[in-house]
């Protein structure tokens, strides 16, 4: 795999967001890297409560990770 993710360091935290959205479906792809095989599973999981909440919580996860590596966007400015 070719370097897709030089860096944590977001100018702000909206671009920090959408970076912690991009891990998460990174790591689904990387996961499941058949295409056909994800959409045939989304409509399984777009209409299931808990696997939502659950996708939330991994991308939280991934937000408290690129905030921390921007020192919280540089000490909150």
């Given at each position: 795999m070719s370097e897709w993710l030089p860096t944590l360091q977001t100018a702000t935290p909206q671009e920090g967001y959408e970076l912690a959205v991009m891990l998460a479906r990174v790591a689904v792809k990387l996961t499941q890297p058949d295409a056909a095989m994800r959409d045939k599973l989304r409509p399984e999981?777009?209409?299931?409560?808990?696997a939502l909440i659950?996708?939330?919580q991994v991308v939280a996860t991934h937000f408290a990770t690129v905030?921390?590596?921007?020192d919280y966007w540089r000490g909150a400015r």
């Open positions: 999981y777009a209409e299931d409560a808990e659950s996708v939330s905030a921390a590596a921007n």
